[in-house]
């Protein structure tokens, strides 16, 4: 006997779902819509998903069922309430409730839906040329800002790209190769590097670190940024600095916001 998708009990032969599990769930999630839309700016945010998580518990549906029925109702949300013209007080709560209620990415629909919305309020900021407000404590930010140094914006889950050549010697079938084909195959024998980083923004510097990483790059040192799939590449004036690349799921946020604080660093420098 087969047993049934969203609350584990046996279904009956050729058969996966109840059909009145199927109707409760649904109907589970459009409460959850509805208390979201009611509360989310009557309520404190910690109140809300505090009693959203309470409420996972209230039912006979498996553990990750009953997180869909609430990951439902979330982008529904964001769907039918959230535009350019939503306040920035509804934005910020919006974002509070996700980060709050930890669910996993990969039960959402869209990729990276999390880490998008939370976004919302930056980009709309940025649009209207304000600098965003920091969306993380800095309580896990362990170093000692210089004078005049206010930390911006974190990003805690970009990723680093870092191309490496390969070392000549790994054999010589790869040395004729890079001979006969010259330059134009340059980057067919690099080694990309790819590593997951914390980023924090400050007006006056970048920090990375992660994974090994731990380096920063002050805002006068970058001699260009240029947009790339889902993030920004970096060019330093450093001598024979080479280019890094960073990407994030907010990669348009996060290219926009080194743009416009390295413009705003520009215009101050004397």
Same mark, same amino acid.
């Given at each position: 006997?087969?047993? @049934?998708?969203? @609350?584990?009990?046996?279904?009956?032969?050729?058969?996966?779902?109840?059909?009145? @599990?199927?109707?409760?769930?649904?109907?589970?999630?459009?409460?959850?819509?509805?208390?979201?839309?009611?509360?989310?700016?009557?309520?404190?945010?910690?109140?809300?998903?505090?009693?959203?998580?309470?409420?996972?518990?209230?039912?006979?549906?498996?553990?990750? =069922?009953?997180? %869909?029925?609430?990951?439902?109702?979330?982008?529904?949300?964001?769907?039918?309430? $959230?535009?350019?013209?939503?306040?920035?007080?509804? /934005?910020?709560? *919006?974002?509070?409730?996700?980060?709050? $209620?930890?669910?996993?990415?990969?039960?959402?629909?869209?990729?990276?839906?999390?880490?998008?919305?939370?976004?919302?309020?930056?980009?709309?900021?940025?649009?209207?040329?304000?600098? =965003?407000?920091?969306?993380?404590?800095?309580?896990?930010?362990?170093?000692? $800002?210089?004078?005049?140094?206010?930390? /911006?914006?974190?990003?805690?889950?970009?990723?680093?790209?870092?191309?490496?050549?390969?070392?000549?010697?790994?054999? $010589?079938?790869?040395?004729?190769? %890079?001979?006969?084909?010259?330059?134009?195959?340059?980057?067919?024998?690099?080694?990309?590097?790819?590593?997951?980083?914390?980023? *924090?923004?400050?007006?006056?510097?970048?920090?990375?670190?992660?994974?090994?990483?731990?380096?920063?790059?002050?805002?006068?040192?970058?001699?260009?940024?240029? =947009?790339?799939?889902?993030?920004?590449?970096?060019?330093?004036?450093?001598?024979?600095?080479?280019?890094?690349?960073?990407?994030?799921?907010?990669?348009?946020?996060?290219?926009?916001?080194?743009?416009?604080?390295?413009?705003?660093?520009?215009?101050?420098?004397?």
């Amino acid at each position: 006997m087969a047993r @049934c998708v969203l @609350c584990g009990r046996s279904a009956g032969l050729f058969y996966r779902l109840h059909k009145a @599990c199927y109707a409760k769930h649904q109907s589970l999630s459009e409460q959850f819509y509805a208390s979201i839309s009611e509360q989310i700016e009557q309520q404190s945010t910690a109140d809300l998903a505090a009693a959203l998580q309470q409420s996972l518990l209230q039912h006979n549906f498996l553990v990750e =069922p009953a997180k %869909r029925a609430l990951v439902r109702a979330l982008e529904k949300f964001a769907e039918d309430q $959230l535009n350019n013209q939503s306040t920035d007080a509804l /934005l910020q709560r *919006w974002s509070d409730l996700l980060l709050r $209620l930890a669910l996993p990415e990969n039960l959402f629909l869209s990729a990276n839906f999390v880490s998008r919305q939370t976004a919302l309020l930056g980009l709309k900021s940025l649009k209207q040329a304000q600098m =965003p407000a920091l969306n993380m404590s800095t309580d896990s930010f362990t170093e000692t $800002l210089a004078e005049d140094e206010e930390l /911006l914006y974190c990003f805690p889950k970009a990723s680093l790209l870092k191309t490496q050549e390969q070392r000549a010697q790994w054999s $010589l079938a790869r040395q004729l190769f %890079r001979g006969l084909l010259g330059n134009r195959t340059h980057s067919a024998v690099q080694e990309k590097q790819e590593i997951v980083i914390t980023l *924090w923004l400050s007006n006056q510097c970048l920090y990375f670190r992660g994974e090994g990483q731990h380096f920063e790059l002050k805002l006068e040192q970058i001699f260009s940024l240029t =947009p790339q799939p889902n993030g920004v590449m970096i060019q330093s004036k450093l001598a024979e600095a080479k280019p890094l690349i960073l990407q994030d799921a907010n990669g348009h946020l996060l290219y926009s916001f080194l743009k416009q604080i390295k413009e705003r660093k520009d215009v101050s420098s004397p």
